[in-house]
């Protein structure tokens, strides 16, 4: 990811426009829309990323997941962290409680979109695998990903 | 998570795909959307206050959102010199391709609540790649 952007201020009200961005292409275009758009642009917007982790393994994705949790006050910790697997638990997750905190509406598919299409997106792209377990009404997940064997 | 900094990436990459697929008018119906879900608060802090309201609405989100900007606010208009859009600076300063009316968003949100309130508002995209604009709103 450029380093640009990492430098600016959080605005976290982008998180509700978010949002409503997954909202619109799910309700007027389709599941299938949604999905491809978030796949395809994570792999084109991640690329800086996933060529890193390409490189240098697992430990870039640590890397990412710790300055953005960490510039958002989320709360989490690495419960695996090994060349071969890394798996984030994430308590609490800043984007979920920002807009429950100021009343934005939370799209069903947000999880979906912005961490499960993504994340499988950037895996996928890097040799990986990722999968998610995640409850989006308590802001929390489980996130995973490994090496295939 | 997609962070709020990776936000304006995702943004503009939905300009993109609803523009390529769907037409322009997708986009526009896109910020339509917005405008009547996420602008609220100014439409309200306009009505309430007028100019005054546009100047404490964008000290406050331009102060968050950072870039490089004047606002002027006299009696009868209210100025925003953009020398470096935090939006659009962002999109600059990585690998992505801005959208190519990615300003448009702008006029498209704002504008039309603005004259709502009696007032007259001209947005002037001075030069996308460098990122600066103005907007100058008047008394009617």
């Given at each position: 990811?450029d380093?640009y952007?990492?430098?600016?201020s ?15 292409i ?8 949604m ?5 395809d ?11 890193r982790?390409k ?5 870039e ?7 953005v949790f ?6 989490y910790?690495f419960?695996k962290?090994?060349?071969?697997e890394?798996v ?8 979920i ?5 100021s009343g ?6 947000f999880?979906?979109?912005s ?12 040799g990986f695998r ?6 989006q ?8 990903f490994?090496?295939?064997? | ?5 990776e936000?304006?990436l995702?943004?503009?990459e939905?300009?993109k ?5 769907f037409?322009?008018?997708?986009v526009?119906?896109l910020?339509s ?11 309200r ?10 100047y404490?609405y964008?000290?406050k989100?331009?102060g968050e959102?950072?870039?490089r900007?004047?606002i002027?606010?006299t009696?009868?208009?209210f100025?925003i ?5 935090p939006?659009m600076?962002?999109?600059l ?8 009316d990615?300003c448009?968003?702008c006029?498209?949100?704002y504008?039309?609540i603005?004259r ?9 995209i ?12 008047r008394k009617?």
């Amino acid at each position: 990811m450029d380093e640009y952007i990492y430098s600016q201020s959080v605005h976290k009200d982008f998180h509700g426009i978010m949002s409503f961005l997954i909202k619109f292409i799910r309700k007027k275009h389709g599941a299938r829309h949604m999905d491809r758009f978030f796949t395809d642009a994570a792999v084109y917007i991640y690329r800086p990323l996933i060529q890193r982790i390409k490189e240098k393994g697992l430990q870039e994705i640590k890397k990412h997941f710790s300055r953005v949790f960490d510039a958002e006050d989320g709360k989490y910790r690495f419960q695996k962290d090994t060349e071969e697997e890394l798996v984030f638990r994430v308590d609490r997750c800043p984007a979920i409680w920002h807009m429950k905190d100021s009343g934005a509406v939370i799209d069903e598919r947000f999880c979906h979109c912005s961490t499960e299409l993504v994340n499988t997106a950037i895996a996928q792209e890097c040799g990986f695998r990722f999968s998610v377990d995640y409850d989006q009404e308590k802001g929390s997940c489980l996130q995973r990903f490994w090496r295939p064997a | 998570m997609i962070s709020a900094n990776e936000f304006i990436l995702f943004y503009n990459e939905i300009f993109k795909y609803l523009d390529s697929s769907f037409g322009k008018q997708d986009v526009e119906d896109l910020w339509s959307g917005i405008k009547d879900t996420y602008c609220q608060q100014i439409d309200r802090i306009i009505g309430q206050k007028g100019l005054k309201g546009m100047y404490e609405y964008w000290s406050k989100t331009l102060g968050e959102e950072g870039g490089r900007y004047n606002i002027t606010l006299t009696d009868d208009e209210f100025i925003i010199d953009m020398h470096y859009c935090p939006s659009m600076g962002k999109l600059l300063n990585t690998h992505v391709k801005p959208y190519s009316d990615y300003c448009g968003h702008c006029p498209a949100l704002y504008n039309d609540i603005i004259r709502k309130h009696g007032f007259e508002v001209d947005t002037y995209i001075i030069d996308r790649d460098k990122s600066a604009c103005r907007m100058h709103v008047r008394k009617r």
